[in-house]
């Protein structure tokens, strides 16, 4: 059975419905892989219809970008979405920055370790509430007036940082962690998104702490409108 397509946004960007998340090929809650396995992985799952692959650049200490990229390096690039983040300055303990100059250092170094172009969704992988929204995506709006990212996204933002965003630059998905046993985006951020033509980019679909005592080695992002 092929892979529907799906739209995210208002802004054309179309991508199969299932995307495949890259985190755990160079391990999370897992051991790493070799990069031979992991390419193989992204080349099956590309030839079973996705073409939707996220990846971050904090992910395996920017190991999965580079893996990506070598992916990417043996695939149709213009058949390829690829999805990737900045906002972590660490994440144990937990610190992120979103200034104008940390957005374009973060995206220019995210670009080298694919090896590619352009980006085609740039996220903010978490908010730096020390830094107006306004500041971050006037700066990507620029980084895609440039051509190195096509699309905006945003995650685990509050309802008044989309606003604000998306009146900067349209926003053009949004992950958010929505399963069972967290509901409570279905109180204003679905009706908000749903309202401004925003994607909803699911993250921990099934609870990443129930599933991962049974799924270790599997990290898949669903997409829901």
């Known amino acids: ?16 419905k299932l995307g ?6 160079t391990g ?8 031979e396995d992991g390419i193989l992985i992204i080349k099956d799952a590309f030839n079973k219809g996705i073409t939707f692959f996220d990846t971050a650049d904090v992910y395996g200490g920017n190991a999965n970008e580079v893996l990506v990229g070598k992916a990417l390096k043996q695939l149709p690039r213009e058949k390829v979405q690829v999805a990737t983040k900045f906002g972590y300055v660490r994440m144990q303990p937990m610190l992120v920055k979103g ?34 929204i306004e500041d971050t995506v006037g700066e990507l709006k620029k980084l895609v007036e440039e051509g190195k990212i096509k699309y905006i996204g945003l995650s685990e933002a509050s309802p008044d940082t989309i606003r604000r965003a998306h009146a900067v630059h349209p926003i053009t998905a949004l992950q958010m962690e929505w399963s069972l046993w967290s509901r409570d985006i279905e109180d204003e951020i679905i009706p908000l998104c749903r309202f401004v033509q925003i994607l909803v980019h699911l993250l921990k679909f099934f609870s990443q702490e129930i599933t ?14």
């Open 1 to 16: 059975m092929p892979i529907p397509r799906v739209k995210l946004g208002n802004q054309g960007f179309e991508v199969s």
């Open 20 to 25: 495949f998340g890259c985190m755990g090929l």
């Open 28 to 35: 999370a809650y897992n051991s790493p892989l070799s990069d």
């Open 99 to 132: 200034t104008p100059e940390y957005v374009r250092t973060c995206c220019e170094a995210s670009l080298k370790r694919l090896d590619v172009e352009y980006i085609d969704l740039y996220y903010q992988h978490r908010v730096d509430t020390s830094v107006p």
């Open 212 to 225: 991962s005592k049974t799924f270790k080695n599997i990290w898949k992002h669903v997409l829901f409108m």
